[in-house]
């Protein structure tokens, strides 16, 4: 292979890894050093790596020559195991001195790497630790468990339509909706529960946790655009929360 | 009693939030450990011993970034995939969105009083420090012990 074929085939795969991470919510930190060990590990002498708020650009060097490549990124939500598996493949490309192909090979089949958990038990969970929220703010037992059953009916409703490729905040307002609908109208049957501290634990599985921390840790070390971007990004997510909860007091107010 | 109550909630949060995050089984259990040993650290400091909520959170997240530091050296994997789920139960979530509805609040009939102008930036303000005493927390082992010359 000569000099500046190589170095393609090392801009790609580093890029898709770095692509890839960012994807699943890594912060810049980890996004940068993955690329970099990757990149020297299969044959670069350099790896440059600039990040944007929603694109990556790779610039590896070797031997004098420097192939420079950018792709953009979309969110697609928190996931670990994905993290977890390129971290691991790295180390084995340092290690075991994988050859470009089979590295490529393993980018592959990681990016079609399904999840650990199957799709109804991450609801019934969220449902769970949204219960335990409540309890947690001194709610009683009954209260507690009518959380677990809005929030896992909402987290349902949540995955129904970002499945359909409907808009991230209209989602969330939709979801914090139908959370805090459910519980008004089981008050109204009538159930004797504390209504607001159940529904302010049930919205809690919309809060955006991630994002919010990656933001100041990317402010801290120094991703200060990144940091931003993220931030204003959960920001938003917050308002579409109090939306969603907004639109259901209003509706919760008709007829009494 | 209170404490026990706190660490088991706080642990069911983390794993629930972990398993939405697609953590392996293997590490959930360690998130949920963590994240219940950090939040009952804040309990116990803020409840039991008068700490502000912002410093306990400091603390009990300072606990979760080295133990999750620690067992990421121990697994070989990165030390987010523990942190991440750990700090969740801390998540000042409650009052993230009491800001907002606060703001909103603010220019509706009968609203726009200096009080209500008080409370919610009082909200807003506690929100920012407590998650930035979260992040900062968690990379408190990474800027102590894992200091080095930047790479890219």
Same mark, same amino acid.
Request: glycine share 8%; with cysteine.
């Given at each position: 292979?000569?000099?500046?074929?190589?170095?393609?085939? #090392?801009?790609?795969?580093?890029?898709?890894?770095? !692509?890839?991470?960012?994807?699943f919510?890594?912060?810049?930190?980890?996004?940068?050093?993955?690329?970099?060990?990757?990149?020297? @590990?299969?044959?670069?002498?350099?790896?440059?790596?600039?990040?944007?708020?929603?694109?990556?650009?790779?610039? /590896?060097?070797?031997?004098?020559?420097?192939?420079?490549?950018s792709?953009?990124?979309?969110? $697609?939500?928190? *996931?670990?195991?994905k993290?977890?598996?390129?971290?691991?493949?790295i180390?084995?490309?340092?290690?075991?001195?994988?050859? &470009?192909s089979?590295?490529?090979?393993?980018?592959?089949? &990681?990016? $079609? !790497?399904?999840?650990?958990?199957?799709?109804?038990v991450k609801?019934?969970?969220?449902?769970?630790?949204?219960?335990?929220?409540?309890?947690?703010?001194?709610?009683? #037992?009954?209260?507690?468990?009518?959380?677990v059953?809005?929030?896992?009916? @909402?987290?349902?409703?949540?995955?129904?339509?970002? $499945?359909?490729?409907y808009?991230?905040?209209?989602?969330?307002? +939709?979801?914090?909706?139908? @959370?805090?609908? &459910?519980?008004?109208?089981?008050?109204k049957?009538?159930?004797?529960?504390?209504?607001?501290?159940?529904?302010?634990?049930?919205?809690?599985?919309?809060?955006?946790?991630?994002?919010?921390?990656? @933001?100041?840790t *990317?402010? &801290?070390?120094?991703?200060?655009? +990144?940091?931003l971007?993220?931030?204003? $990004?959960?920001?938003?997510?917050?308002?579409?929360?109090?939306?969603?909860l907004?639109? =259901?007091?209003?509706?919760?107010?008709?007829?009494? | 009693?209170?404490?026990?109550? *706190?660490?088991?909630?706080?642990?069911?949060?983390?794993?629930?939030?972990?398993?939405?995050?697609? +953590?392996?089984?293997?590490f #959930? #259990?360690?998130?949920?450990?963590?994240?219940g040993?950090?939040?009952?650290?804040?309990?116990?400091?803020?409840?039991?011993?008068?700490?502000?909520?912002?410093?306990?959170?400091?603390?009990?997240?300072?606990?979760?970034?080295? =133990?999750?530091?620690?067992?990421?050296?121990?697994?070989? %994997?990165?030390?987010?995939?523990?942190?991440?789920a750990?700090?969740?139960?801390?998540?000042?979530?409650?009052?993230?969105?009491?800001?907002?509805?606060?703001?909103?609040?603010?220019? =509706?009939?009968?609203?726009?009083?200096?009080?209500?102008? %008080?409370?919610?930036?009082?909200?807003a303000?506690?929100?920012?420090?407590?998650? /930035?005493?979260?992040?900062?927390?968690?990379?408190?082992? !990474?800027?102590?012990?894992?200091?080095?010359?930047?790479?890219?």
């Amino acid at each position: 292979m000569t000099p500046n074929v190589h170095l393609a085939n #090392v801009v790609e795969l580093s890029l898709w890894v770095g !692509q890839l991470l960012m994807q699943f919510s890594a912060e810049s930190e980890v996004v940068e050093s993955s690329v970099h060990r990757l990149g020297t @590990a299969l044959g670069a002498d350099w790896m440059d790596v600039t990040l944007t708020s929603n694109g990556i650009i790779v610039s /590896a060097s070797a031997h004098g020559e420097f192939r420079t490549r950018s792709r953009r990124v979309i969110d $697609k939500g928190v *996931d670990m195991a994905k993290i977890l598996t390129i971290d691991s493949l790295i180390t084995e490309v340092h290690e075991k001195h994988l050859t &470009i192909s089979e590295t490529k090979h393993r980018i592959i089949q &990681i990016s $079609k !790497q399904g999840s650990c958990y199957p799709e109804w038990v991450k609801p019934i969970m969220v449902g769970a630790a949204c219960g335990a929220f409540c309890r947690m703010f001194g709610a009683d #037992v009954f209260t507690s468990l009518l959380t677990v059953l809005a929030t896992t009916v @909402a987290m349902f409703i949540r995955h129904y339509f970002l $499945k359909r490729h409907y808009n991230l905040l209209l989602v969330v307002v +939709i979801t914090a909706f139908s @959370a805090s609908v &459910i519980l008004s109208v089981a008050r109204k049957l009538p159930l004797d529960f504390d209504l607001a501290l159940a529904q302010s634990a049930a919205v809690l599985c919309l809060v955006p946790g991630v994002p919010l921390i990656n @933001a100041v840790t *990317d402010l &801290i070390k120094g991703h200060v655009t +990144i940091g931003l971007a993220k931030g204003v $990004k959960a920001t938003m997510i917050t308002i579409a929360i109090a939306v969603g909860l907004m639109i =259901s007091f209003a509706f919760a107010g008709l007829g009494g | 009693m209170a404490l026990l109550q *706190d660490f088991i909630l706080a642990a069911v949060a983390a794993i629930g939030f972990g398993m939405l995050f697609n +953590i392996p089984w293997r590490f #959930v #259990v360690f998130c949920g450990l963590i994240g219940g040993l950090g939040h009952g650290l804040r309990f116990w400091l803020h409840v039991n011993n008068g700490f502000s909520l912002e410093l306990a959170t400091l603390v009990g997240a300072t606990l979760i970034g080295f =133990s999750s530091y620690f067992l990421g050296r121990r697994f070989r %994997v990165p030390q987010l995939i523990f942190a991440i789920a750990a700090v969740i139960p801390m998540i000042p979530g409650t009052y993230a969105y009491q800001t907002m509805i606060g703001a909103a609040e603010l220019v =509706s009939e009968g609203g726009g009083t200096p009080e209500m102008l %008080v409370n919610t930036s009082v909200t807003a303000l506690k929100t920012a420090f407590i998650i /930035a005493a979260l992040a900062i927390g968690v990379a408190v082992p !990474q800027l102590v012990l894992n200091r080095k010359s930047p790479i890219v």
